[in-house]
């Protein structure tokens, strides 16, 4: 189903923040949507988004290459970015990153068995005072998880599972 | 001290509108566009002496005085793109006290004439731009944004953006770029954005810190900032602070409060009680300062850090004590450079990609001296050679990392110490 069909509303508001002529800007903002459902863009929401846009597939793929957080291939439901630069890695994030690994059986920017989680580092997340932190980028979007411990970590990808979505 | 940034500490729920207008929230708005030229506006600001919190210093009213009055429609963008290791103020206070922020944007627009005006968030700050999204209808609402603005013919809009993790964007020309919908790769200036900006528009580019500080000058006078902070640098500053203290956060005093009562009465000391080694005073962008006595007394402004051959940068201060070692610090900079480099430009591109290697084969404990002179070198080929300021900050710790502790580059230390 395409973007305009599923999100006629979304797709209208998105437009109106930008000038006609300049209608590209709204690129990366309709990325996002058309991540909310796989968690990754599709070739054929690349396509409308270009059509969309007057722009080529190509310069779509481009935006998706260039940020990290636009994805072209499907991964795990959540992806879990745990953020290892050198303030948090300053405040234990390197050891509890690694922990954390050992506890899921997984290894960097692997995904869980069951594809649920892909946890990967990430560069800076403005949390530095709260480490360890973590993003979790999924179908509500992001969500941040400040001093967090690798137990509280496990708690919560267990209440996720719970949550009574079933993995695609 | 009574905040004037962080203010929802002493008053709860200003994060509502209505609190926030019982405290007399929109009066400076409503004060410029009912009462004012935009260019006293613009003047207030200049002799106010408030210069961008965005890390560069630059003197906000006369950046606002540039905007080329030739070339419509003008913009305001407001960069809160805060990604920085190190750097944490701008969520808080878009979080905490997010009016004050936004009428300090919508306060710059009507000085420079925008009737549009947009937030660059990070794209991380997905759940901070929802709150920003809420306040927006909430003014919306009650007619502080869209047209007629007080009964005068000023009409305003602002709207949010999301970015989707690039450190680059953070620079004010690459996020216009990534605002058009483009990669976000720095352009070559001059001609910089109060000429051509957003759409080849005039505009203007500012940090959230900055944008919250213009409603209380505006209420207050400049006067009263000026006294506030020193001579060089006015007003206050919110200091991340990070690293081996005790009690991490942000900390609004005024400019001239020195290392030690930042670390020591704020940050409640070190970890363990072990002494300060070193401190990084503009996040991974900063030369490494060795402390000692006179390094911990020194006030925290402009000029003075300059004095120490560091700069405060966006003043997130990271603190560093004996349990680290600066190799270590280094190879941490140069993995988040060379994992930011927009790749647009060659010395960043390939000098990043060059120090990671050579850091790596240090880290196995190869030719660690050879390899340290080796590294320092590509580090100063870098430097002044590339297209923006970021390919500048990955040279910096690099380089006053090794000239300043050349005991943590020895074949013995190396790969050590690190808690």
């Known amino acids: ?168 | 001290m009574t905040h004037i940034l962080l203010r929802h500490r002493e008053i709860p729920d200003i994060n509502k509108l209505d609190i926030y207008r019982k405290n007399g929230g929109f009066e400076a708005f409503k004060q410029v566009v009912t009462t004012m030229k935009p260019e006293a506006v613009t003047g207030v600001i200049k002799a106010s002496g408030l210069r961008g919190r965005g890390g560069a210093g630059f003197p906000t009213g006369m950046k606002w005085s540039f905007m080329d009055n030739k070339n419509w429609p003008h913009y305001v963008v407001a960069n809160a793109d805060e990604s920085e290791p190190g750097t944490f103020k701008d969520r808080e206070i878009m979080e905490r006290n997010p009016f004050q922020f936004l009428e300090g944007v919508a306060i710059s627009a009507f000085a420079v004439g925008a009737n549009t005006a947009y937030v660059y968030l990070r794209g991380e700050f997905w759940q901070v731009a929802a709150i920003l999204d809420d306040c927006i209808e909430a003014m919306e609402k009650v007619s502080l944004l869209g047209k007629k603005l007080f009964g005068t013919d000023y009409e305003l809009k602002l709207y949010t953006h999301l970015g989707a993790g690039a450190y680059i964007c953070g620079e004010e020309t690459a996020l216009l770029e990534s605002m058009e919908g483009k990669r976000g790769q720095p352009r070559l200036r001059p001609p910089f954005p109060p000429s051509y900006g957003l759409y080849g528009k005039p505009t203007v580019v500012n940090n959230v810190e900055t944008f919250t500080n213009i409603p209380m000058i505006i209420s207050n006078g400049s006067d009263w900032y000026k006294a506030l902070g020193t001579a060089d640098s006015a007003g206050v500053k919110l200091f991340s602070l990070s690293g081996r203290v005790k009690k991490p956060g942000n900390y609004e005093l005024p400019f001239g409060t020195t290392f030690r009562h930042l670390i020591y009465e704020c940050g409640g000391g070190i970890i363990n009680d072990r002494p300060v080694k070193a401190i990084m005073a503009a996040g991974a962008s900063s030369s490494i300062i060795k402390v000692d006595d006179k390094v911990l007394d020194t006030p925290m402004d402009y000029a003075s850090v300059r004095t120490l051959g560091a700069d405060l940068g966006s003043a997130s201060v990271m603190v560093i004590d004996d349990t680290i070692s600066i190799d270590w610090v280094i190879s941490k900079t140069v993995e988040f450079f060379k994992h930011e480099s927009c790749g647009k430009c060659t010395p960043c591109r390939e000098g990043n990609y060059w120090m990671m290697h050579v850091i790596e084969r240090m880290k196995a404990g190869e030719a660690v001296e050879a390899n340290t002179e080796l590294l320092l070198s590509v580090a100063k080929q870098m430097q002044n050679k590339c297209l923006c300021a970021l390919g500048e900050f990955a040279t910096m710790a690099v380089v006053s990392g090794i000239e300043r502790f050349p005991e943590d580059f020895t074949a013995s230390s190396i790969g050590g110490g690190h808690d």
């Open chain 1, 1 to 168: 189903m395409s973007l305009i069909d599923k999100y006629p509303q979304e797709v209208k508001k998105i437009l109106a923040k930008y000038p006609p002529e300049h209608k590209r800007s709204a690129v990366m903002p309709l990325l996002y949507l058309a991540q909310r459902d796989e968690g990754y863009a599709t070739r054929e929401a690349m396509q409308e988004i270009a059509d969309m846009l007057e722009i080529t597939p190509t310069d779509v793929a481009s935006i998706i290459g260039f940020y990290t957080l636009f994805h072209d291939q499907k991964e795990g439901r959540y992806r879990m970015q745990v953020c290892t630069d050198v303030s948090c890695a300053m405040r234990g994030a390197d050891q509890f990153f690694h922990e954390l690994c050992e506890n899921l059986q997984v290894k960097v920017g692997e995904t869980t068995k069951d594809g649920f989680v892909t946890v990967e580092e990430v560069k800076c997340l403005a949390g530095c005072d709260k480490a360890p932190l973590f993003q979790i980028q999924g179908e509500n979007g992001i969500e941040y998880h400040e001093n967090m411990t690798v137990d509280k970590t496990l708690e919560l990808i267990e209440a996720l599972r719970k949550s009574g979505k079933e993995v695609k």
